[in-house]
């Protein structure tokens, strides 16, 4: 059950795909995606997270990269410390615009909306901040803004939800977006979505052939529980290692057997209540 | 973890004094500080995650915003039905005390939900839209159609003014107060939250349980002895349901239900409930002072439950392994399956 009709996206829909074995973990699309759309401080906090303070996606936090360090070999490198393998996973999160979008079904004003470019957008003066989308959506992407006073920055858009655009005004403009066209290594491509995979698709037989055999590509596919992402990932373990759902489903699947439910037991309270009036009446 | 010690010869022995070899805390070893009072050595986990960092974001809704309204609605709705059977079946002062009831509860609802949004002047702009995808949009309509009937009913009893108007409008939010009562359960199932999108089979009934209990116990605390006694039987009818529909998602939940199951309101809410339930039915049957009991426990545990409920959702989605072990397990089921056909 889908609120947009899907099956429409097609040529037009543009998306990133992100090579996680060739980001540097600079965070130069964080700061890119944050001046450009002016997105709000999200915090100034130490979390002891390896590189990562900025934690994770939210209405603050539109580009988010991760830094995973474990003791494992990474393909044929030689890590250089000692006798101990060593590999750094970094890879920049962002939105997925999926196919089948939750934030997007969900809302009850109409905010999110599917642009021309098959991308998820909110429009902050519609939304009235009812937080739907923000337990709706499976991959923990989109935040709710504090109110206006409490937090500096936010202004008009205080209490509102807010998330990646994939910069919108920049694709109007025929611009890509701010984090892909600062990305130094290109580890954030973007293009047509249709290239991109068929691109993915390469260089994860490059990746796999230089010995990284973990590499794999995450939200590529068509036929998962989102009907494929329009930003996908060639990562290097599994997704929950990166702070990504294995198996993400859009919830909306299961919303026409909720409606049956909720339905049955409704027509059951009614039937409860004329039982327990009209029995024994006379009493 | 020692493993990984052993094999760090590389950690460097120049120091700024030139001392070198002096090595400091960084030789020692686990345990080499005394007994330890708690176990070093946590259980590997059985998945990863990014630090132990949820995967979802967490619901911002406030407790007392829709915990309370999950409460007042389904007491608003099942409240409406009550008084319309019971008008129809001439108890004229059980049909008063529950019209009553439902405007107040609605009107706490519409408090909540308004409160709770992050720009409360835009709530029209609920009104913009009609989305069967939206469980919210559907129930922003519910409500509308649902607040003036209830509002009209109450006004009329208890003017008096109008009373075929009345009848009619107590009839209207009579049969709109299943749907209000019920739509809650698709509302919050309809999410990535684990515990909520996962029990949605027995959620509706839950919450209709839940409802008529609460219903019946409005019923009980306020309306006289010789009246009462559809409250009763709806009492114990809604707390049974309530309670089957619990038992029945936490079996089928499996270790998705450890938040449902270690939930402590939700616990005291079926206990109230069902206390609430046998005490109506039996002391309060006799005891004006009994039933009030009874009703109070009744609307006590209907609170409890649906505030257990929210809570134990938080849970769910605040803690990374309810959201990653299910999907692992439907993964590798469908891995299985495809290798098999």
């Not at chain 2, 020692?28 to 050595?41: C, D, H, N, Q, W």
């Not at chain 2, 998602?249 to 206990?271: D, Y």
């Amino acid at each position: 059950m889908a609120f947009d009709l899907d099956e429409r996206l097609g040529d037009g829909r543009v998306g990133f795909f992100t090579d996680t074995s060739i980001c540097i973990g600079c965070k130069a699309c964080e700061v890119a995606c944050k001046e450009w759309n002016q997105v709000p401080d999200d915090g100034m906090e130490f979390t002891g997270m390896s590189y990562d303070n900025t934690v994770g996606l939210g209405a603050d936090t539109w580009r988010h990269v991760a830094f995973v360090e474990q003791r494992r070999p990474l393909g044929h490198q030689e890590p250089g410390v000692g006798e101990m393998d060593f590999r750094w996973l970094m890879a920049s999160d962002v939105c997925k615009h999926c196919t089948h979008a939750a934030c997007l079904d969900v809302c009850p004003t109409g905010s999110l909306f599917r642009t021309e470019f098959g991308t998820v957008v909110v429009q902050e003066d519609i939304c009235n901040g009812c937080g739907y989308c923000v337990p709706a959506c499976p991959f923990g992407v989109i935040g709710k803004r504090e109110n206006g006073p409490k937090k500096s920055g936010a202004g008009e858009s205080g209490g509102t939800a807010a998330k990646c655009t994939m910069c919108y005004d920049r694709l109007g403009a025929g611009e890509e977006p701010a984090c892909a066209k600062t990305c130094p290594t290109d580890s954030i491509q973007f293009g047509n979505l249709d290239e991109l995979r068929e691109r993915a698709e390469r260089r994860l037989e490059q990746v796999r052939a230089a010995g990284t055999t973990s590499a794999r590509l995450y939200g590529h596919d068509p036929g998962d529980g989102v009907g494929g992402t329009g930003a996908f990932f060639l990562l290097l373990d599994e997704p929950e290692v990166y702070g990504l759902p294995p198996d993400p489903v859009v919830t909306t699947r299961d919303l026409p057997s909720m409606w049956r439910h909720v339905g049955v037991a409704a027509v059951a309270l009614l039937a409860g209540f004329a039982a327990t009036a009209w029995r024994g009446r006379t009493r | 973890m020692s493993q990984a010690v052993d094999q760090t010869p590389s950690q460097t022995d120049v120091r700024m004094d030139g001392a070198a070899g002096l090595r400091g805390e960084r030789e020692a070893t686990p345990g080499s500080a005394g007994r330890r009072r708690e176990r070093l050595m946590v259980p590997k986990a059985d998945f990863d995650s990014y630090y132990g960092r949820p995967v979802l974001n967490e619901p911002t809704w406030e407790a007392p915003d829709i915990g309370g309204y999950l409460f007042l609605g389904g007491l608003a709705g099942a409240s409406s039905t009550l008084a319309a059977a019971a008008e129809l079946t001439g108890r004229p002062r059980l049909a008063r005390v529950s019209k009553v009831g439902a405007l107040c509860a609605i009107g706490g609802s519409f408090y909540c939900l308004i409160h709770d949004l992050g720009r409360p002047e835009r709530f029209l702009n609920m009104l913009r839209v009609f989305k069967v995808t939206s469980p919210m949009s559907v129930g922003t309509w519910v409500l509308t159609a649902f607040g003036p009937a209830a509002g009209c009913a109450a006004a009329t009893e208890v003017s008096g003014l109008y009373p075929g108007l009345g009848r009619a409008a107590t009839l209207a939010a009579g049969a709109i107060g299943p749907a209000v009562a019920t739509y809650t359960a698709a509302l919050i199932c309809d999410t990535a939250v684990p515990a909520w999108h996962e029990g949605y089979r027995e959620m509706p009934f839950l919450f209709a349980g839940s409802a008529v209990a609460s219903a019946g116990g409005l019923g009980l605390l306020a309306a006289p002895l010789s009246e009462a006694a559809p409250a009763r039987r709806a009492a114990v009818l809604g707390a049974a349901v309530e309670c089957a529909a619990a038992a029945r998602m936490e079996r089928r939940l499996g270790a998705l239900a450890e938040p449902l199951k270690r939930n402590r309101l939700l616990r005291l809410g079926e206990a109230l409930s069902v206390a609430g339930a046998v005490a109506g039915l039996t002391l309060g049957r006799r005891s004006r002072i009994a039933a009030v009991a009874a009703g109070a426990a009744l609307l006590a545990g209907s609170a409890c439950t649906r505030f257990g409920i929210f809570k134990a959702g938080m849970e769910s989605a605040n803690d990374p392994k309810y959201t990653v072990q299910p999907q692992r397990r439907r993964l590798a089921k469908r891995g299985a399956e495809r290798d098999l056909g």
